[in-house]
Antibody
């Protein structure tokens, strides 16, 4: 059974850094592409970025490029967040590609809330 | 970046109604369009990918169509559990981009 569990969220001051984790089980992380998606309070979904199954390709949304970095090890996906701003306040979801042959975020965690205070 | 324009932003409907939600891409995205359902406090759920392919376990009252720049999600015979917010997502160009969402509310 595919499971993704995010952690690491919390209250942080503007300008500081935070690292989110996504623990996975039920599949091999190195076989699937992974995504981070966020949702500000009361707002819509925003794609943050992704990492390919082999870790060689990383892509980021325009609003986070240069400040957020995606990485992974054998069992966890990470999102390193630097120079945090109030507008980074959101629930952050990790998601796995639907299958080996598709890049759709198909399996999602429950999310972790990041609140940035100014 | 590709802009995804979703409409309407909200609609009030009754159980049993047919619901149509549209999504327009600012450039040709072939058929790389997915639809997600999200309920309050929950993670999004993938309903349809590649414009018209139903994800496993999704009821057949959901259907998707379109290609190029114009796409449609149809819910035939809305059920009580379908009241939610729906988002489209284009997967053709990086960065990926979501539509603004359509909130389906009870009339």
């Amino acid at each position: 059974q595919v499971q993704l569990v995010e952690s690491g969220g919390g209250l942080v001051q503007s300008g500081r850094s935070l690292r989110l984790s996504c623990a996975v089980s039920g599949f091999t992380l190195s076989s699937y592409g992974m995504h981070w998606v966020r949702q500000a309070p009361g707002k819509g979904l925003e794609w943050v970025g992704s990492i390919s199954f082999d870790g060689n390709k990383k892509n980021y949304g325009d609003s986070v490029k240069g400040r957020l970095t995606i990485s992974r090890d054998s069992s966890r996906l990470y999102l390193e967040m630097n120079s945090l701003r109030a507008e980074d306040t959101a629930v952050y979801y990790c998601a796995r590609d639907l299958s080996l042959a598709t890049e759709w975020p198909g399996y999602w965690g429950q999310g972790t809330l990041v609140s940035v205070s100014s | 970046a590709i802009q995804m324009t979703q409409s309407p932003s909200s609609l009030s409907v009754s159980v049993g109604d047919r619901v149509t939600i549209t999504c327009r891409a600012s450039r040709d995205i072939k058929n790389d369009l997915g639809w997600y359902q999200q309920k309050p406090g929950k993670a999004p759920r993938l309903l349809i990918f590649a414009a018209s392919r139903l994800q496993t376990g999704v009821p057949s009252r959901f259907s998707g169509s379109g290609s190029g720049t114009d796409f449609t999600l149809i819910i035939n015979g809305l059920q009580p559990e379908d009241f939610a917010t729906y988002y489209c997502l284009q997967d053709y160009f990086y960065p990926l981009s979501f539509g603004g969402g359509t909130k389906v509310e009870i009339k």
